[in-house]
């Protein structure tokens, strides 16, 4: 083996380890919250109920109000500038709007920058689902300082706390990212 290969295989081996690790932990926390929930429900199997079909993307600012932590935390994650890695040339690239905007394809997802800003980039709908529906809910709530434990239960199962099935995953396998090649004039990892 050559010594850039070597490197390469080094480097391509090491991130896939570093997200296998990542995966691990999101698996054993998601095991772990929801052994929690299912003691604190008393039911011994509580897979987390599906929220209502149907609901509308939103944005983040309509998420801001009632999650205003969150959405701090968000604006500082590099999942809310995955749109600003497009550049002007990819912006409109179906190819890419699948995974570096919100809801893309859907009737109510990111259709371009101008009309639909909010969705642009990893947003909190992209993990959490769409959540119209969510937010109706919730807005009797607005004003209570304290939740009953129906109350909240209300406002919880009315979102997922994550998508089901392999959400992060989808956008973050190494065969889907190949598929339609980081361009290379935009790589900043050689
Ligand atoms: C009117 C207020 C309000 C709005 C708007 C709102 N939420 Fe919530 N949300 C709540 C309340 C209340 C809860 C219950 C838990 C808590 O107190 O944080 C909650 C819980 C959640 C949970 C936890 C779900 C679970 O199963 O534990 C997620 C995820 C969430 N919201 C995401 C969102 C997203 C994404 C948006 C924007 C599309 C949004 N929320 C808009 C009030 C709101
Ligand atoms: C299947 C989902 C998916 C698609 C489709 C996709 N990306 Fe990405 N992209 C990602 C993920 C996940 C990352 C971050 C992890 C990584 O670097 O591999 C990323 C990272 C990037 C980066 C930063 C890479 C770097 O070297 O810093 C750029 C630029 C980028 N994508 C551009 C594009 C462009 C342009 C397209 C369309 C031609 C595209 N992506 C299509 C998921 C996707
Ligand atoms: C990249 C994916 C991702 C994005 C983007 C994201 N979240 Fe989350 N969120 C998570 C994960 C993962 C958890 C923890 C789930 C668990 O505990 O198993 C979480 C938890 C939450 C919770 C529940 C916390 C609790 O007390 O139970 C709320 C509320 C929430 N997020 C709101 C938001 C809002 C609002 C945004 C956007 C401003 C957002 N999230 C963006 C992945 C994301
Ligand atoms: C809609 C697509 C999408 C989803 C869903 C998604 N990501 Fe990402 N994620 C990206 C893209 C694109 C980047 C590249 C950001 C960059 O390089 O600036 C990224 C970056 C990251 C990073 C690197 C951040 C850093 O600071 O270096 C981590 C870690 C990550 N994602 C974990 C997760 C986890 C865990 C989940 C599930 C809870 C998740 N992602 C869900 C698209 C996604």
Redesign the pocket.
């Known amino acids: 083996m050559s010594k850039a290969t070597k490197t390469v295989f080094g480097r391509t081996f090491l991130s896939v380890a570093c997200f296998a690790l990542i995966v691990v932990v999101m698996a054993i926390g998601s095991m772990w919250f929801n052994t929690a929930q299912a003691q604190e429900s008393g039911d011994a199997a509580a897979p ?1 109920s599906p929220p209502p079909e149907g609901q509308e993307y ?1 944005g983040t600012k ?2 801001a ?3 205003f932590e969150h959405f701090m935390s968000w604006k500082k994650d590099k999942h809310a500038k995955t749109f600003e890695l497009l550049t002007k040339k990819y912006e409109k690239d179906e190819k890419c709007l699948e995974c570096h905007s919100t809801g893309y394809g859907e009737a109510t997802g990111f259709k371009d920058i101008k009309s639909t800003p909010t969705l642009a980039g990893t947003t ?2 992209s993990c ?1 689902g769409p ?1 119209s529906i ?2 109706e809910v ?2 009797p ?2 004003k209570v300082k304290k ?1 009953t434990p129906e109350q ?1 239960k209300i ?2 199962d009315s ?3 994550l998508l089901p099935g392999t959400i992060c995953i989808s956008c973050h396998t190494q065969k889907a990212h190949q598929k339609t090649e980081t361009p290379k004039e935009l790589q900043t990892k050689k």
């Open positions: 987390e939103l309509r998420c109000p009632c999650h909190c709908e959490h959540g969510h937010e919730c807005k709530f607005a939740l909240e406002a919880r979102i997922w706390l």
